[in-house]
């Protein structure tokens, strides 16, 4: 079985019987390194950054498109202490 969620990450579709992924769940579905890479959500134009702690819940009737960029050092530290859960609906 192919998987019941399909991620666009960087261009390269994946498939996932998660229901939910987070950053790090994304990185190791793209076969990419933890290190140094910032996953982003895009979704209705905008992108959106995840942190250690967020989720995007998954639906079966929508690609979820992710792109990854180099981590810029800049002194800027996601100090977010809450987990957020972003829906994705049809």
């Known amino acids: 079985m192919i998987g019941h969620h399909i991620i666009d990450i960087d261009g390269c579709l994946r498939a996932t019987n998660h229901?939910?992924?987070?950053a790090e769940d994304i990185l190791a579905l793209g076969g990419l390194a933890t290190?140094?890479?910032?996953?982003?959500?895009?979704?209705?134009?905008?992108s959106w950054l995840l942190g250690p702690l967020d989720r995007v819940e998954l639906d079966?009737?929508?690609?979820?498109?992710?792109?990854?960029?180099?981590?810029?050092?800049?002194?800027?530290?996601?100090?977010?202490?809450?987990?957020?859960?972003?829906?994705?609906?049809?």
């Open 19 to 22: 229901s939910s992924v987070s």
């Open 35 to 46: 290190r140094n890479l910032e996953v982003w959500l895009e979704i209705y134009g905008e």
């Open 60 to 90: 079966a009737d929508t690609v979820a498109f992710f792109r990854t960029r180099a981590v810029t050092p800049v002194g800027f530290a996601f100090n977010r202490a809450e987990r957020t859960t972003i829906a994705l609906a049809a």
